[in-house]
C-alpha cells in the first residue's frame, strides 16, 4: 500500500521543481440546510509533473472541492494549495492562466457550432488571433472533430461534445489540467479516444494532469492515485501499491448450474468475503483473509465449485479500503435479498425465450425519424418476463429514444411496438401505468426535498391514502434515504440523487423498469448497491431494460442488444457477444473489447459503403 499522505507529500516536495500540484493540510467546510458538511479534512498530497494522477472516492468524497481549490474558485479555511509554484490564495489569477479546467458539467453553447464555440472560449482565455489557425488545426487534429466544425453543438453526439469541451479546455495550451471526471456518460469507444487525448498532451506538449474518475479501470492507468472518502485522503501512490494490499485475496468462483447473479448474492451472503463481482463467465471473488477459501465452506450445498486464484486488480483493493473503513460490519448490499436464493430451485424468471406468451416487450420494425434524421431505423427485438436486459450502443445510437417510445414518452414513426400488452400507437397511458421509468439525467423536482418528491412522484401515479403511506416509507427505508429526507434533491450527492430517482420509478410497483444509465457516474459500491437491487426485481418477476455505458456491469444482463447509427447489430446473451470478436489473437475477449469490434466495424464497414 501506499505510504501516508504526508509521508507521499514531503517525499514529493524534496524536489519542487517536480511538483506541479501541493495541498498542505487543507481543510474546507461548507454549510448546507444549517448543517456543516467537512469536505475536506488535512488533505495533504501532491501531484508530479508529467504524470497523469487519478483522484478516486466515493460520492461526497471532496474530489471536486478538491479540483475547486486547485482552480482559485474556492479558498480553503485552513492550509495552503500551490499550484506551478504559485500560492493559489494569493495568486488565483496567475494560476488561472496557467492552467485548464474541464469541470463535470462543461458549459458548452449548443447553440453555437463547434467552430464558434472555440472561438468564444479563445476570447475568453485571451488566445491571441495570429495563434489561433494552428492551434485549431492541432485541436481538431486531436479530437476528429475537423470535419464537424459547422455542426451546431446540441446536435453532437455525448461522447463529441466531451472531445469539444476538452479542446475548449485546450485553446490555450496549459500546464497543468484538471478534469472533473470527464468521461461520464461516455460510450466506451469515445472514452478510449479521450484517453488517447490525454496520453498525447502528456508525451508531446507535457501537460500534467490530474483526472478525477468513478470508473476503477481508468484509475489503473494513471501513473499515481489518491484515494478519498468523506473528505480524507486514505492512500496516496501507484495503482499496483492499492492492489498489493489484497495480494492473495483475489479469487475467480465458477459454480455449474448456478446462475451468475446467483452465485453472487450466495458469496455476498458468505462469511469472510469482501466482495464479489460478476465478470464474464465467473464471479471475481475478494476475501477478507489471504487464505485459499474452501468450497464446502464458502458455498455449503453448493456441488462443483471450482475456485482459482486471481492476480489482484486496483478496484479489489479500493473496495478493500472502502470496507475497512466501515466502523461496523459490513452491511447487507441495498437491494439484496434477506436470504440468497436456493440454486437448486427454478428461478421466477427470466423464462425461457421463443415462448411468445411470456415476451412482455415486442418491438417489430420501430422507426423514429426527427425531421430528416432517423434517430431509428427498423429495429425488432422481444423481452421475456424477469429478464435482465441491456441495450447498448455508442452515443448517439437511439438507446435514449427506443427507451422513450417504448415508454409512451415518443411517438414511432413506424413499426410495432407493444408493452405488457398494451400497443404503444392505441394505448399508451395503459402501457405506463405498468412500467417504471429512470431517465438518463436527473429528472426530479431539485427544489422539492427528498419526501416531497417521493409524495410528488406517489400521487402521479395514482397512489393514495394509506397506500401512498406506507409505500413512502418503504421506499425511504429500503433506499436508506432517511438522513436526507428533508434535503432538497438538488443538494444531494450524485448516488443519492440516482437512488432517490430509482425509489420514485418504483413507488407503484410497475412489473417493467426501464432504466436509462443509471449508475452514469456513481462509484463501484454505489453501482454494486444499484445492481443488488435490480437483481432483486428480476427475481421477482420484474422485466428489466438497462441501458449503460459500463460494459463490465452489462455482464449482470441475460441478453443484450447492441445499436449503432440507429439500427440493430446484435443481440443475444454477453458470451454471444464476446463470441463474436474472439479471435486467434483475442481468443478471450472482454465484452468491452467485443463491443468496440463490432461498433468499429460498423463505422468501416459504412466508410466502405461510401467510397464506393
Sequence with gaps: MAGTPRQSAAAAEEDGSN??????????????????????????????????????????????????????LMRPDSGSVHVLGHDVAAEALTVQSLIGYMPQRFGLYEEL??????????????????????????????????????????????????????????????????LDEPTVGVDPVSRRELWGIVYRLVRQEGVSVLLSTAYMEEAQRCDEVA???????????????????????????????????????????????????????????????????DPAVLLPGVPDV????????????Y????????????????????????????????????????????????????GDFSAVTDISFEVQRGEVFGLLGANGAGKSTTFRMLCGLLPPSGGRAEVAGAD???????????????????????????????????????????????????????????????????????????????????????????????????DPLARREFWSRINELADRGVTVMVTTHFMEEAEYCDRLAIMAAGALLAVGTPEDIRARARTADRPEPSLEEAFIHLIEGEEAEQAGGERS
Design 19 to 72: 511538483t506541479v500540484l501541493a495541498f498542505q493540510g487543507v481543510c474546507k467546510t461548507f454549510h448546507v440546510a444549517k448543517r456543516a458538511v467537512t469536505a475536506l479534512e488535512d488533505v495533504t498530497f501532491s501531484a508530479r509533473r508529467g504524470n497523469v494522477t487519478g483522484l478516486v472516492g466515493p460520492d461526497a468524497a471532496g474530489k471536486t472541492t478538491l479540483m475547486r481549490l486547485a482552480t482559485g
Design 113 to 178: 457550432s463547434v467552430q464558434e464555440n472555440l472561438d468564444l472560449y479563445a476570447d475568453l482565455q485571451g488566445v491571441p488571433r495570429p495563434d489561433r489557425p494552428g492551434r485549431y488545426a492541432e485541436l481538431m487534429r486531436m479530437t476528429a472533430l475537423g470535419p464537424f466544425r459547422k455542426r451546431l453543438a446540441g446536435k453532437l453526439s455525448g461522447g463529441m461534445k466531451q472531445k469539444l469541451g476538452l479542446a475548449c479546455t485546450l485553446v490555450r495550451s496549459p500546464r497543468l489540467l484538471l
Design 227 to 293: 484515494m478519498m472518502h468523506e473528505g480524507r485522503l486514505l492512500g496516496w501512490g501507484r495503482p499496483e501499491e492499492f492492489s498489493r494490499r489484497v495480494e492473495g485475496r483475489s479469487y475467480i468462483v465458477r459454480a455449474a448450474g448456478v446462475p451468475k447473479r446467483h452465485l453472487q448474492a450466495l458469496l455476498l451472503e458468505a462469511e469472510g468475503v469482501t466482495d464479489a463481482l460478476v465478470r464474464a463467465d465467473h464471479v471475481r471473488l475478494v476475501t477478507v483473509r489471504p487464505e485459499p477459501p
Design 306 to 317: 471450482r475456485i482459482e486464484p486471481a492476480s489482484p486488480r486496483f478496484e479489489d483493493g
Design 319 to 370: 473496495v478493500a479500503i472502502l470496507k475497512e473503513q466501515q466502523s461496523s460490519p459490513p452491511a447487507e448490499p441495498e437491494g439484496a435479498q434477506a436470504h440468497p436464493p436456493d440454486p437448486t430451485e427454478p428461478r421466477q424468471a427470466p423464462r425461457p425465450p421463443g415462448r411468445p406468451e411470456q415476451s412482455v416487450i415486442r418491438v417489430q420494425n420501430l422507426s423514429r425519424k426527427f
Design 424 to 522: 404503444l400507437r392505441r394505448a399508451p397511458a395503459a402501457a405506463r401505468s405498468r412500467i417504471g421509468y429512470m431517465s438518463q439525467r436527473f429528472s426530479l423536482y431539485g427544489n422539492l426535498s427528498v419526501r416531497q418528491n417521493l409524495d410528488f412522484f406517489s400521487r402521479a401515479y395514482g397512489l393514495a391514502g394509506r397506500r401512498r403511506a406506507d409505500r413512502m416509507a418503504l421506499v425511504v427505508e429500503q433506499f436508506h434515504l432517511a438522513p436526507m429526507a428533508d434535503q432538497n434533491a438538488a443538494d444531494l450527492p450524485l448516488g443519492f440523487k440516482q437512488r432517490l430517482a430509482m425509489a420514485c420509478s418504483l413507488m407503484h410497483e410497475p412489473d417493467i423498469l426501464f432504466l436509462d444509465e443509471p449508475t452514469s457516474g456513481v
